[in-house]
């Protein structure tokens, strides 16, 4: 099992910063992929950042030139720093971490409220 421990999160008024931190525990291998989703009221999760081992990323469209992911000093650990927030990205945020035990397996954090205020 691995166990994701997020931290960060709250709320924030418009063009304000958060800063999310997200570390894999109990891993037998390091995560080959790690990010974050988030998903709003009556809506579907969706996909923030993610970041791969080998340093890739992906940005939703929507968060593009606002959010930065990377990887921090421990490998198994990933932040990602949000600026110029808008109304539009409250939601509670999810960290996310695929693992290879023989085949990929995701697993997810308990996730973390981010409240944007006009």
């Known amino acids: 099992q691995v166990h994701l421990v997020e931290s960060g999160g709250g709320l924030v008024q418009a063009g304000g910063s958060l800063r999310l931190s997200c570390t894999a525990a109990e891993s037998i291998f390091s995560p080959i992929r790690m990010g974050w989703y988030r998903q709003a009221p009556g809506k579907q999760r969706e996909l923030v950042a993610v970041?791969?081992?080998?340093?890739?990323?992906n940005y939703a469209d929507s968060v593009k030139g606002r959010f930065t992911i990377s990887r921090d000093n421990a490998k198994d650990t990933v932040v990602l720093q949000m600026n110029s927030l808008k109304p539009e990205d409250t939601a509670v945020y999810y960290c996310?971490?695929?693992?290879?035990?023989?085949?990929?397996?995701?697993?997810w954090g308990q996730g973390t409220q981010v409240t944007v205020s006009s």
């Open positions: 970041i791969t081992s080998g340093g890739s990323t």
């Open positions: 996310m971490a695929t693992v290879v035990v023989g085949a990929p397996d995701d697993y």
